[in-house]
């Protein structure tokens, strides 16, 4: 049911963080070791990066598995960053959005994705949609639950929540809507990156040259710490900081 990654350090091929780790992403995409629900992630993928003094990302998806599509290999290999969210996904259910679909969803500098499922969708949302606009509903790159919950937490960061707020907000408000809802979410503007750990796995890696944010280690550092179920982590290159999600009725 997805996997993703967000990064932030010193530049790298593309590849050095998607295509080359022993458990990269693309390896997750058909091995993964620690997902919850589902065996494999075929249902599209895509890679948002940010150049230098641009703030706006750039995004490459495809409705297709990551593992078949030759072009990133030949992308990966010659476009580097100092950071990037991508993520291989696996369809709550069969839809014919393609790649739009696919995460990293984009507005302005942000990139966001979502690790989980939204149990009782699309029922259990229908309240929470109607808190959103018309052009805001309009506006959604598709008809999936992972485009809706990034509907509402961009609503929450335009009207001015800082990240972490928006995330955990959004997160506890799902969840009141169905407890059964799993809510790995991802966040970025290129200088931090925000997360929630709420029903699946995720790990982050802290080193002098980089802060990486992941569904699972791609490789076998030591470094790398799993962050407890029902957490907010939010990461910049010199920092990681962790706070406890209180559960919606608390």
């Known amino acids: 049911m997805c996997r993703h990654i967000a990064f932030l350090g010193e ?7 998607l295509l080359r780790p022993p458990h990269s992403l693309e390896r997750q995409a058909w091995q993964p070791h620690s997902q919850i629900s589902g065996l494999v992630n ?3 993928f895509g890679v948002g990066w940010y150049a230098d003094s641009d703030p706006v990302p750039a995004r490459y998806r495809r409705a297709a598995p990551i593992w078949g599509d030759r072009s990133l290999a030949d992308l990966a290999r010659v476009v580097r960053t100092g950071a990037l969210l991508a993520a291989v996904r696996g369809a709550t259910r069969p839809g014919a959005d393609g790649e739009a679909a696919a995460a990293p969803f984009a507005a302005g500098s942000w990139l966001f994705s979502h690790n989980g499922a939204v149990a009782g969708w699309p029922d259990s949302l229908t309240p929470l949609a109607a808190s959103l606009t018309a052009g805001e509903l309009l506006a959604l790159e598709a008809r999936t639950d992972s485009a809706l919950v990034w509907g509402l937490v961009l609503h929450r960061l335009r009207a001015g929540d800082a990240p972490g707020r928006a995330l955990a907000d959004t997160v506890r408000e799902v969840a009141e809507a169905d407890p059964e809802s799993r809510l790995n979410l991802l966040l970025t503007d290129g200088t931090e ?27 076998d550092d030591p470094l790398w710490r799993e962050v407890p179920d029902r957490t907010l982590l939010t990461a910049t ?14």
């Open 11 to 17: 530049p790298v091929p593309l590849e050095e963080l």
């Open 42 to 44: 075929a249902d599209g």
């Open 193 to 219: 990156i925000t997360a929630t750990s709420w029903g699946n796995s995720l790990w982050y890696l802290k080193r002098p040259d980089r802060t990486v944010v992941a569904s699972e280690p791609y490789d």
């Open 237 to 250: 290159r010199a920092d990681v900081t962790l706070t406890s999600l209180k559960e919606p009725s608390s």
